[in-house]
């Protein structure tokens, strides 16, 4: 017999967190969209009034440690806040684009950084 176990992430660092209006935060990931070689309709992650999205570390000898020890490490986070909708239309050059936002309530992981994100404030 198998044994499953159940081991969640005890805790999330995250090392930049960057806050735009939400028409720059679309702009910015729809920019980040067209550098990359392949262009699909981008998606962020919306929970509870926050539209984000994550970059994780690198996956070093050290972060994969840290990981498998129940701390995940961000390189970044870029959040807006922003209703839900479906997707959000962007223009960036006299083009028309969209970003699609999927709701991530599901993770406990995100909606706990969600609720840090809420309370953000730079100091």
Do not use: C
């Not at 081991?7 to 935060?25: C, G, K, R, W």
């Not at 992650?45 to 070093?60: E, K, L, Q, R, Y």
């Not at 498998?68 to 223009?91: C, D, S, T």
């Amino acid at each position: 017999m198998v044994k499953v176990s159940y081991t969640p992430n005890t805790d999330v660092a995250v090392h930049e967190v960057i806050e735009e209006d939400s028409s720059s935060f679309f702009e910015e990931i729809v920019r980040q969209m067209l550098a990359s070689p392949v262009h699909i309709q981008p998606t962020v992650n919306w929970i509870d009034g926050i539209a984000f999205v994550v970059s994780p570390m690198p996956a070093t000898e050290d972060v994969i440690r840290e990981n498998l020890a129940g701390r995940i490490h961000f390189a970044a986070v870029m959040f807006a806040r922003a209703p839900y909708q479906a997707q959000a239309n962007v223009k960036v050059n006299n083009q028309e684009f969209s970003v699609r936002l999927r709701k991530a309530e599901n993770n406990p992981t995100l909606v706990e950084l969600v609720r840090f994100l809420q309370a953000f404030k730079r100091s």
